[in-house]
């Protein structure tokens, strides 16, 4: 395992210690008694927050603390902590209502516990914190790679602060030996070499016979995608695209895939009919025109479906014709900019996915007009449609909407890491991460 995953493990095991020991001080202080508890009692505790602490781990979760990296702002940590203490209380305290007969008086306990858990918790990674830097817990490699394959990698290497580069060879002149020396020296398991190099399996497999160790060899494109969480689709071919994206369907995973959409989607669906009169009503009040949005989009193997959303924005004779209209702040209603800021313009999607014409998660579905733009500039593009796209995806994560070609092409590396590495888990992963959107 490497060192990012048991690092990850001590997180966790270190946060349900925590909530445990949270507990019991909440208990100690309200009762003022270290032995104040029946057996009953102190197992009814026991069960009832093993619940409440499931869901702390979740919100722990989409609040980014379980990313394995130091702390780089104090200020967007405690705003994610703040978030977490809120969220924990208004679970926690709903939980509690909506299972009356738990046989405990939880209100005062549950309050302290979050107390108490916030406090532990920030003292706890604090510390870890700085161990990472004193121990320098990095894992270290040596390069051996173009210029311009470094001009690349080494921003994300900075950005990441997981490694640390031994040395960096020119791909077109380097020693094996002297990498043998050095590795076994600085004791660096892990060498990224060019593609020209690493497609060349005769020299990696000779390669690897000079150690005595097993060595871990990554392409230039494999370990970019591992630190970015993005194809670099400037060094990728034909050949990657056969080898990663054009692989079997996975009949089961679709399936399951679908019975998921059908099953959330019906209930966002009710939502949405539940909310239906009053957003109509105020987006009418608000500005003229129709209460939906309506547009042509392209969606799995290249299909045209309509999308539905709320109205957001003015009327215009125009708004046909401008490529990215929706992203003048002008444009936008008083009620678009609420509704754009609550995602609530998004609800009429769920009778999309209802339909077939979309999935929870995928890569966003283009408007025909900027597809047939993007097909034309942007290499491998069509593989976006491969797949199912999206209510929300990985690509929307990790990057703002695109006003440009030059920002669509950024945002589609990330379609297509989501393309090639999709499953049940990291779709459930991306559903709970957007969570994340409603406090930005």
């Known amino acids: 395992m490497s060192k990012k995953g048991v690092l990850k493990i001590i997180y966790f095991l270190g946060d349900i210690f925590l909530m445990y020991l949270s507990l019991f001080l909440a208990l100690i202080l309200r009762h003022r008694n270290l032995y104040f508890w029946t057996e009953t009692q102190l197992n009814n ?109 080494l921003p994300e290497i900075k950005n990441k602060r997981g490694y640390e580069i031994v040395k960096i060879f020119d791909n077109n002149s380097f020693d094996v030996s002297e990498i043998k020396k050095l590795a076994e020296k600085e004791k660096a398991k ?101 209460v939906f ?23 215009s004779k125009d708004e046909k014709e401008k490529l990215w209209r929706e992203k003048d702040e002008k444009e936008i209603t008083r009620v678009g900019k609420f509704l754009r800021r609550f995602h609530l313009d998004e609800l009429p999607q769920f009778l999309n996915i209802l339909k077939g014409d979309l999935s929870f998660v995928g890569p966003r579905p283009e408007w025909e007009k900027l597809d047939e733009i993007f097909i034309k500039e942007i290499p491998f593009y069509s593989l976006r449609y491969l797949v199912k796209p999206g209510f929300t995806g990985w690509a929307q994560l990790k990057f703002p909407p695109s006003t440009s070609v030059k920002e669509a092409k950024e945002k589609f590396k990330y379609d297509l890491y989501y393309i090639k590495n999709r499953n049940f888990f990291m779709d459930l992963g991306i559903i709970l991460k957007t969570i994340q959107l409603f406090f930005r």
């Open 45 to 153: 505790f026991f069960f009832h927050f093993s619940f409440i602490f499931l869901f702390w781990v979740v919100i722990l979760y989409i609040f980014d603390f379980y990313e394995v990296s130091l702390i780089k702002k104090f200020s967007q940590f405690f705003y994610n902590l703040f978030i977490f203490i809120f969220l924990a209380s208004v679970l926690g305290t709903a939980y509690f209502y909506l299972v009356p007969k738990t046989l405990v008086s939880p209100k005062t306990i549950l309050f302290l516990s979050v107390f108490f858990f916030a406090i532990l918790f920030f003292l706890w990674r604090y510390l870890l914190n700085q161990i990472l830097k004193l121990k320098n817990f990095k894992e270290k490699i040596i390069l051996v790679l173009s210029s311009e394959e470094l001009n690349y990698l």
């Open 190 to 290: 892990t060498i990224i070499f060019s593609n020209s190099f690493y497609k060349n399996k005769n020299f990696i497999n000779e390669f690897v016979l000079n150690f005595s160790f097993k060595l871990n060899l990554l392409s230039f494109v494999d370990f970019y995608e591992i630190l970015a969480q993005k194809i670099l689709i400037e060094f990728i071919d034909n050949d990657w695209v056969l080898d990663n994206i054009l692989k079997p369907d996975k009949k089961i995973e679709e399936f399951t895939k679908r019975c998921f959409d059908i099953l959330f989607s019906f209930i966002g669906f009710l939502i949405f009919l539940v909310l239906l009169p009053f957003v109509a009503l105020i987006i009418k009040i608000d500005s003229d025109g129709p």
């Open 293 to 315: 949005f309506n547009q042509r989009r392209v969606g799995k193997n290249r299909k045209i479906f309509t999308l539905y959303k709320f109205r957001t924005m003015k009327t």
